[in-house]
């Protein structure tokens, strides 16, 4: 079986994000891996690894220096990786039909991962615009995946704890959760491998996606400043604890 | 004249407050107001929602096996949208939200922006925040039909009333294949009151210490009507289940009020919980950098202040 990993080269959230003109980031900062896709690329070696004969490919549509990116995927367990390089950034719709594209150009997939979002602009979509193109069923929010000889079954978690579980036909694309599994980090050895593991090139234009009036494009990109002024409330714990229900109260009007 | 349509999500048959900010956000001069109702309880929502502007209640009527089924209620959508030539959907991003709005523009190949907390719908264009909350994007959307999430608790309800009939949308002949429900709803350890949608959280995080702590902040927010959240540290910690984790990698919150017990404010939880009315922070150090970046603080030990509350709460 062929498992195709869709991962994303984002911004470290720690990073502080400043912006260029009206709507671009200054893109000179850490990127990394998207921290829900390490969740997927785990979930996919540990396949592989009750699946003697399976092959798992890191997908990333992205600039040129995500190849970075690509090669911790390679690390983390992936076998061989497709960059396709693009020189500006597109809506989820375009970055499904690109990766759709360059899977079904490459192989026959049984499964195709993604992370449930990405932590740069968080569209929640990708994974589904893929289900829709290939015609596969879907799930997001995964946190917990058997594979059966032509089933899937997933739990899938909502706020409040709350699960669903569903049975989905093969093949099918997910969208990995944290409750998924615990990231295996590469070890230094991992590292010096995935050096040497292959990575195809491709380039954005060579897919010919054409052009749609359907579509999102960022028009302002503003940051966010919040100007809360802190105001200590001071006292023992009786008073300290009669202010803040009077702030609840009078000020919130939460009671 | 433009139709628009709001998918109503129901609890326990009644319409979530959430629901009434959307439908307020959706609302304009020459606009007809569709709410989609996906479950047979349009008679019982009439009165709430023609208060709130609805002139039309469709009820789309699925196959009993197919109710919990997303996609298959995501097909029956879809259709109801072009029967009834819906120019905008809004729905909720919550998390049944986030399980079928997605599925519903990529079938449409519509435009779609999650997580909004302001529509312009003559500009067509929605705010959001990007980058762990760090940044506000405006995303134009364009398309035949533009479909939008939105946060509960972003906008403010206001009514305006008008009268509604209910027509019923037969969609029990839709199926979608690929994906069965085996079982809907199992919860780990039910946390009360949903978290995005709570009015107020009060969140827990190193400085609980334990498990047993927690219950503190437990029987408090049930005298306030609150939800409870974690930092991911009590989470990893494993003193509470990761569905309670606010920030960067758990749930993204905007309550009126978020009390913060014993969390720093590091960026990775603010960006789940900066879009608050008001914060309050109780740490022990007067360092935290929650301390600089909060409505109010108090300077103390969350685990003496907290009982405290209670009690005199209970008391009347
Ligand atoms: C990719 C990534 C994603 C992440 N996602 C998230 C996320 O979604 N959510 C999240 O929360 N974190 C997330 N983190 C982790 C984040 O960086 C912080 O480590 C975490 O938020 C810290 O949790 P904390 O505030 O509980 O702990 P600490 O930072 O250790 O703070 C504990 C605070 O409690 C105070 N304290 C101690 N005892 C008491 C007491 N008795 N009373 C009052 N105050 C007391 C201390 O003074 C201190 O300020 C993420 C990190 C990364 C790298």
């Not at chain 1, 396949?47 to 911790?72: Q, Y």
């Amino acid at each position: 079986m062929q498992i195709y990993v869709c991962i994303k080269h984002v911004p470290d959230s720690a990073a502080n994000i400043s912006i260029i003109g009206k709507n671009s980031i200054d893109e000179n900062v850490n990127f990394l891996l998207n921290p829900y896709d390490e969740h997927a690329l785990t979930e996919a070696a540990r396949i592989k690894n009750n699946l003697p004969g399976t092959e798992v490919i890191a997908v990333c549509l992205g600039k040129a220096d995500a190849e970075k990116t690509l090669r911790s995927a390679l690390a983390m367990g992936a076998d061989r990786g497709i960059l396709i390089a693009k020189e500006k950034n597109y809506d989820s719709r375009v970055t499904a039909l690109a990766l759709k594209a360059a899977i079904e150009h490459d192989g026959k997939p049984g499964l195709i991962f993604t992370g449930k979002e990405s932590i740069d602009e968080g569209g929640m979509q990708t994974m589904f615009r893929i289900g829709a193109l290939f015609d596969f069923p879907v799930a997001t929010n995964v946190v917990k995946l058997d594979i059966e000889a032509d089933r899937a079954v997933v739990v899938c978690e909502l706020s409040g704890g709350i699960t669903h579980t569903y049975e989905m036909s093969l093949p099918c694309v997910m969208g990995t959760g944290r409750g998924l599994n615990t990231p295996r980090y590469p070890t230094f050895p991992d590292v010096v491998k995935s050096k040497k593991k292959p990575v195809q090139k491709i380039a954005f234009t060579d897919l010919n996606i054409k052009a749609s009036l359907a579509g999102m494009r960022v028009i302002e990109l503003k940051p966010l400043y919040q100007a809360r002024q802190p105001k200590e409330i001071k006292g023992d714990a009786t008073v300290v604890a009669k202010e803040l229900i009077r702030i609840l109260k009078q000020e919130a009007k939460v009671l | 004249m433009k139709n628009i349509g709001v998918i109503i999500e129901l609890d326990k048959g009644r319409v979530k407050e959430a629901n009434l900010g959307m439908i307020t956000l959706a609302r304009a001069k020459d606009v007809k107001l569709f709410a989609f109702v996906l479950d047979k309880q349009a008679i019982s929502v009439k009165a709430v929602l023609e208060s709130f502007g609805i002139t039309t209640i469709v009820e789309i009527c699925l196959a009993k096996d197919q109710q919990n089924n997303p996609a298959t209620r995501a097909k029956a959508m879809i259709n109801a949208i072009k029967k009834f030539n819906i120019s905008m959907v809004f729905g909720l991003c919550t998390a049944m939200g986030k399980d079928f709005l997605p599925r519903m523009a990529a079938l449409l190949d519509a435009p779609l922006v999650m997580d909004c907390f302001f529509v312009d719908l003559e500009q067509k264009t929605a705010r959001t925040y990007q980058y762990s909350g760090k940044i506000i994007a405006t995303i134009q959307l364009s398309g035949q039909t533009l479909l939008f999430g939105i946060r509960p608790n972003a906008i403010e309800p206001v009514k305006a009333q008008e009268k509604a009939r209910i027509l019923k949308f037969d969609s029990s002949h839709v199926f979608a294949g690929g994906l069965r429900v085996l079982k809907s709803g199992g919860a780990e350890k039910s946390t009360a009151i949903n978290l995005a949608e709570a009015d107020v959280i009060i969140a827990g995080g190193r400085g609980m210490k334990n498990s047993e702590n927690f219950n503190i902040l437990f029987q408090c927010a049930s005298k306030i009507n609150a939800a409870v959240g974690a930092s991911r540290v009590a989470v990893d910690s494993g003193w509470v289940p990761y569905s309670m984790q606010v920030g960067q990698t758990g749930e993204k919150v905007s309550p009126k009020v978020y009390i913060a017990c014993g969390i720093s404010g590091s960026i990775q939880h603010f960006a789940g919980m900066k879009t608050s009315g008001m914060i309050i922070a109780i740490n022990t150090d007067e360092n935290a950098s929650i301390l600089s970046n909060c409505d109010y603080y108090v300077k103390k030990d969350a685990l003496e202040i907290i009982p405290v509350l209670t009690r005199i709460l209970d008391n009347g």
